[in-house]
């Protein structure tokens, strides 16, 4: 893990990381200045250590082995659907499965084998990946839908402007944003527009225009991960749906990609396929991530809430469920077993 002030790594580096903007908003600034000060008076909740051992209990259970990502074909499909693509797409493409494995993984006890005895991978497992490196995605494939930047998000809601406009509207200098559009540019994240919304006709016209003030920039389009909605077609996937409001992190990333009604929008599953309880998109509802449970036990646990009609009430149940495991885990019998 490395940081840096620049606006990239150097293209090789770069393109072997997963790259990650901060958060840069004044209440972002505010909240870790408070968080700073209290932990310098001493103030706060510190984590209970027998949390720790729960969780260091947990880690020590999980086993290595392999998975399968059923659906990783319908995200090729999705994200070379416009045509050609950048050699950097080869590496992001596997980050993105690498990431899916590391899920399913974390939630094996959760999970359901194949016949070759491999983990299967969850659409849950998915959205919890599509979150977190969507836009790292994007931006190794040349494209800036959701930047953190300011810039970035003043250029989208004017729809084209002048870099000196954007110097005035952000506070630095046009040099300042002269050297961080250059690299966007070349990465085609970036373009530039005449007066008239056009893209120039050559060099010397772009040249021109920038002379006189009249090159305006503008985030250009591109490709992307598919959303959970877009990958599976399910309504239940699309904001506001009961899945979707499941595995939301709260990352603050934007409604991007989730709208219902894009053009850009597949059905790649069918909803007979979801409908069926061993379906890989079904919602897993056992919760033994922490005790020595069995999918035999898990079963039998699941009878008692079958004929519940709400998520709500299930989500109640679930969470009595690993209450009690954590329970079981911090109880003395429990922490002596782990230490």
């Known amino acids: 893990m490395t940081t840096t002030i620049k606006g ?20 972002q600034t505010r909240d870790i200045i408070e968080r700073t000060a ?25 086993i290595s082995e392999g998975v399968v990502i059923s659906y ?19 590496r992001a493409f596997k980050r993105v499965l690498s990431g899916i494995k590391t ?31 969507e836009e790292s995605f994007a931006e190794s494939l040349g494209c800036v839908k959701r930047y953190t930047d300011d810039r970035i998000q003043f250029i989208e809601k004017a729809g084209m402007m002048t870099p000196r406009d954007l110097a005035e509207r952000t506070g630095v200098t046009t040099a300042a944003i002269s050297q961080w559009s250059k690299q966007l540019i070349e990465k085609g994240a970036l373009g530039w527009f005449d007066e008239t919304g056009a893209e120039f006709d050559g060099d010397l016209a772009l040249e021109k225009a920038k002379r006189s003030g009249k090159a305006y920039l503008f985030v250009s389009g591109g490709k992307s991960l598919p959303s959970p909605f877009q990958l599976t077609g399910d309504q239940r996937w699309d904001k506001g749906g009961d899945f979707y409001e499941a595995y939301d992190l709260k990352l ?6 989730q709208a219902g009604n894009s053009d850009e929008s597949v059905n790649v599953v069918e909803d007979s396929v979801l409908d069926d309880g061993d379906a890989p998109g079904k919602r897993t509802t056992a919760v033994n991530v922490l005790s020595e449970k ?21 989500d109640d149940f679930i969470g009595d469920q690993l209450s009690h495991e954590f329970s079981e885990i911090l109880s003395n019998e429990g922490i002596g077993a782990v230490n």
């Open 8 to 27: 990239k790594l150097e293209d090789q580096l770069d393109d072997r990381m997963i790259t990650s903007h901060p958060n840069t908003t004044n209440m």
């Open 38 to 62: 209290d932990m310098a008076a001493s103030v706060g909740n510190p984590v209970d250590e027998k949390i720790f051992k729960a969780y260091r209990h947990y880690h020590d259970s999980l």
């Open 72 to 90: 990783a074909q319908d995200i090729a499909a999705f994200v070379s659907r416009k045509g050609s693509l950048p050699v950097s797409a080869r």
């Open 103 to 133: 899920i399913t993984l974390l939630y094996q006890k959760q999970r359901r084998r194949d016949e070759q005895g491999r983990f299967i991978a969850d659409y849950s497992d998915y959205a919890i990946v599509y979150q977190l490196l």
């Open 252 to 257: 603050d990333h934007g409604d991007a990609g």
């Open 294 to 314: 069995t999918n035999d036990d898990i079963k039998k646990m699941m009878k008692t809430f079958r004929e519940k009609q709400t998520v709500r009430d299930v």
